[in-house]
């Protein structure tokens, strides 16, 4: 069973707005950790933001935002006042039972380009 | 820059061949780990190391190998190479081995099969 799930084709947004990119997810373990990772078309794998399973406030960092729904389990990244170099692919990535193997599956990830 | 050293950046090597991927984690992380990317299959966890031993095993292929080492690099062993195994091959680190420790990719090792 396909445990994060992005669906979205590829996405695109014009300079300075924001853009939300979408990841659902599934486990039964209720400790479990979400994470954003970036990856340019050098390749490179850049990690963004984190999300807790029990933390009560949803995470920012910097100009990336994370909309947890745990009743949903969605984990959308939102991207606010685009760049130019946001353009890249973006993968959602899930660790489970958070206290003892952080062993991370991703899904197939999300294009964006930015548009000036 | 992460802090996460890969060698080499790029391979082309033959079918049937045998090559060895480097990776140095960045200073302080105890945990390794070896993910495979390709268009078809995408993020593919293979092997992770915590402070020299095997912690969890993913897709990792029997002709495929790993270790830890004292000093906690790790090298990734890949046998009998078919075309398939063409693929970017990254390296990851983390401070600790728990759910809330985001891993710190290298740049990764590109194998190309021919």
């Known amino acids: 069973a396909q445990k994060i799930t992005q669906t979205q084709p590829g996405m695109f947004v014009q300079e300075k707005e924001a853009v939300t990119l979408d990841c659902t997810y599934d486990?039964?373990?209720?400790?479990?950790?979400l994470f954003w990772y970036k990856q340019p078309s050098s390749g490179e794998m850049i990690f963004l933001i984190y999300?807790?399973?029990?933390?009560?406030q949803n995470a920012t960092e910097g100009r990336y935002s994370l909309n947890f729904q745990k009743a949903r389990k969605s984990a959308n990244l939102v991207i606010s006042a685009s760049q130019l170099g946001d353009s890249a692919m973006y993968f959602c990535?899930?660790?489970?039972?958070?206290?003892?193997?952080?062993?991370?599956?991703f899904g197939k990830g999300i294009t964006l380009s930015v548009r000036p | 820059d992460s802090g996460v050293t890969q060698t080499p950046k790029h391979l082309i090597t033959a079918t049937g061949q045998r090559v060895t991927l480097r990776c140095s984690p960045r200073s302080g992380d105890l945990s390794v780990y070896w993910y495979q990317q390709s268009l078809d299959q995408g993020l593919q966890f293979l092997i992770q190391y915590y402070n020299g031993e095997e912690r969890a095993k993913g897709n990792i292929l029997e002709r495929f190998s790993a270790q830890q080492f004292p000093d906690l690099h790790s090298e990734l062993n890949l046998s009998s190479l078919e075309l398939g195994d063409s693929a970017l091959y990254f390296c990851a680190s983390s401070v600790v081995d728990r759910g809330n420790s985001p891993l710190h990719f290298g740049n990764g090792t590109r194998l190309t099969v021919t």
């Open positions: 486990t039964s373990d209720p400790s479990y950790g």
């Open positions: 990535a899930m660790s489970e039972d958070a206290g003892a193997n952080s062993k991370l599956t």
């Open positions: 999300q807790g399973s029990y933390d009560q």
